[in-house]
């Protein structure tokens, strides 16, 4: 059996989760969901007795690494490394990350980390990805604060109507919904996760709701943590929540919006209202990848019913201050708030590949001194053709082309969980790419 990770040993590991679990069981636990995030945007879990959190710590609990090229209608591909039902990888509990869920009485949600089973970490490990390019920021001396929007639409389990007809935005809609959205602001909170706002959004019965930024790991177990407690949640009030990119033909979808800052020396580098030196090289690197990165944040075949213009989807490979129409829209709001919004992801993304990529893509601009173009004002579609920045990948098939392109995210991925996203995404598309809308809506659209 493999050794604890981290650099722990066995008794350090049994030790700590001996202590997890006993704070866990005072607040009524008496399972845990060890989870991780396929590449197809999927959490799995394994389900294991509290009692047995000290082992899972030390010994870690089995898994297959075919899971990595599953796709999102449970299908299964291969890729170059991965595929097959030979081989199997160790799950080890994130122990700081293990948090009572209020909404699934007796549960605690768990992230875990993907090992081999001579005790290296798992190459395609998503989780551990996001760390290492947080960890190559750091020996930069830059750190980041991130954070993902959550958008969701809900609909009665029992009929599929919508529990509100309240306007976008409306007051109304909170007051149709008032007990379903003080139990999802309880439920957040009583996990330890600072609610900014919850509010009503634009498409039929969907909200919104912001957290606190923190680390990007942390950022990106908080994504996985709000989804499933707003699924929890409206399963109680005998709702149905969808998370997925496109819910109607036509409509506008749910976003997976990242924030993110980064710091060096207690200094913002985006708090500028035109960022200069690392601030705009760190922004024109992630703007230069974008096509390549929708592999990663916009990774469904739904996503491209969303990414269309004039929907605040961020469809135009461009930046703007506080431009909600911009791929990436620089906000504003002193040193400690600003902030750059990426705007054309969506929630089918696992977040770890989400926030580790634009990290990455940000990164390598700083080592290459990228320089930001000039930002662009109102609605890109409206510009003449002359003035008008590119339109970003309208397909999964051309998001595919420009990431099988980028060295920037075959570096930073390494081979193995590269080629698996590629081959996941080259999957998808070629079982969805020529459906219709209707067809990909319905086929997705509980799935996230």
């Known amino acids: 059996m493999p050794e604890a990770p981290h650099d722990q040993s066995r008794e350090e590991a049994r030790a700590e989760a001996r202590l997890t679990a006993a704070r866990l069981s005072d607040e009524g636990v008496v399972a845990l969901a060890l989870t991780w995030i396929d590449n197809a945007g999927v959490a799995r879990v394994k389900g294991l007795p509290l009692r047995r959190l000290p082992e899972a710590a030390v010994e870690g609990v089995g898994m297959s690494p075919v899971f990595d090229v599953f796709l999102v209608d449970d299908a299964i591909t291969s890729s170059r490394h991965l595929g097959g039902p030979d081989g199997d990888l160790r799950l080890f509990p994130a122990l700081d990350r293990a948090v009572a869920l209020a909404a699934q009485p007796g549960w605690a949600f768990v992230p875990a980390d993907r090992y081999r089973q001579d005790g290296l970490p798992h190459p395609a490990c998503q989780r551990a990805f996001a760390a290492r390019t947080v960890e190559r920021a750091e020996e930069r001396g830059i750190t980041f604060r991130a954070a993902f929007e959550t958008e969701w639409i809900v609909q009665r389990a029992e009929d599929g109507s919508y529990p509100t007809d309240g306007p976008a935005y409306g007051l109304h809609r909170i007051t149709d919904c008032s007990d379903y959205l003080r139990d999802v602001l309880l439920a957040l909170e009583a996990a330890g996760l600072t609610v900014l706002q919850v509010h009503p959004e634009y498409s039929p019965g969907q909200f919104e709701v912001s957290v606190a930024a923190g680390d990007p790991l942390g950022a990106a177990d908080d994504a996985v943590l709000v989804r499933t407690t707003i699924r929890g949640v409206s399963a109680q009030h005998g709702l149905r929540a969808s998370f997925a990119p496109a819910f109607e033909p036509g409509g506008v979808g749910n976003g997976g919006h990242l924030h993110l800052s980064a710091w060096r020396d207690g200094r913002n580098l985006l ?104 930002p662009v004002q109102g609605d890109p579609a409206l510009l003449p053709p002359e003035r008008r920045p590119a339109r970003l990948p309208t397909t999964l098939d051309e998001t595919l082309t420009a990431f099988r392109a980028s060295t920037v995210l075959r570096d930073a991925l390494g081979d193995v969980l590269f080629e698996a996203i590629a081959s996941v995404r080259a999957a998808e598309s070629a079982a969805y790419g020529t459906r219709q809308p209707e067809d990909v809506v319905a086929a997705t659209k509980w799935r996230y």
């Open 271 to 374: 708090a500028a209202a035109e960022p200069s030196g690392d601030g705009a090289a760190f922004l024109a690197g992630v703007l230069r990848e974008l096509p390549a990165l929708l592999a990663l944040g916009a990774p469904s075949p739904a996503s491209y019913l969303r990414l269309v213009p004039s929907h605040w989807a961020g469809c135009f490979q461009c930046w703007g201050v506080e431009n909600r129409e911009a791929a990436l829209r620089l906000v504003q709001g002193g040193d400690e708030q600003a902030n750059v919004e990426v705007k054309c992801f969506d929630l089918a993304a696992n977040p770890y590949l989400a926030v580790g990529g634009v990290i990455a893509a940000g990164l390598a601009g700083l080592e290459a001194g990228a320089t930001l173009p000039e």
